[in-house]
């Protein structure tokens, strides 16, 4: 695995300083790379009935409302040192933008590159779209 880009590891820091994590004190910041290579960032964003928007849905809804459709990578950031992995409904959600090709990394809380997975292995068997079809 190859070390990052600084000015990833920057947003990534940046964008889960901003998160809204009073119930959890987990903050998960996150960062997905669109098919034109534009990059998105989001935060875990908690509420007091405890049904909050993680990182990475935040980030992809970022993506989509700018009008794309495709996940080239994600990035996760947690608060420690340990693997902060996208939640089950994360991975669906990745899923449903992802394709062979998309990368998914899990960083530490310095940015350093913990684990990189591709779409089969973070979620295998996974439901799509062309289950639907």
Same mark, same amino acid.
């Given at each position: ?53 993680? /990182? ?7 993506? #989509?409302? $700018?009008?794309? =459709?495709? *996940?080239? @990578? ?23 933008? /992802? ?7 899990? #960083?530490? $809380?310095?940015? =350093?590159? *913990?684990? @990189? ?17």
């Amino acid at each position: 695995m190859s070390e990052l880009d600084p000015s990833l590891v920057e947003a990534l820091v940046a964008v889960r300083g901003r998160a809204y994590a009073p119930y959890s004190h987990h903050p998960v910041g996150a960062v997905v790379v669109g098919e034109s290579g534009r990059r998105y960032a989001g935060a875990n964003v908690e509420v007091a009935h405890y049904k909050g928007l993680c /990182a990475e849905a935040s980030a992809i809804a970022a993506m #989509v409302s $700018a009008g794309e =459709r495709r *996940l080239r @990578e994600v990035y996760v950031i947690g608060p420690g040192e340990h693997l902060c992995t996208p939640c089950g409904d994360c991975r669906q959600r990745i899923r449903e933008f /992802a394709d062979g090709e998309t990368r998914i990394r899990v #960083v530490d $809380a310095e940015g =350093r590159l *913990l684990k @990189e997975y591709d779409m089969a292995t973070l979620l295998p068997d996974a439901f799509g779209p062309e289950n639907l079809a």
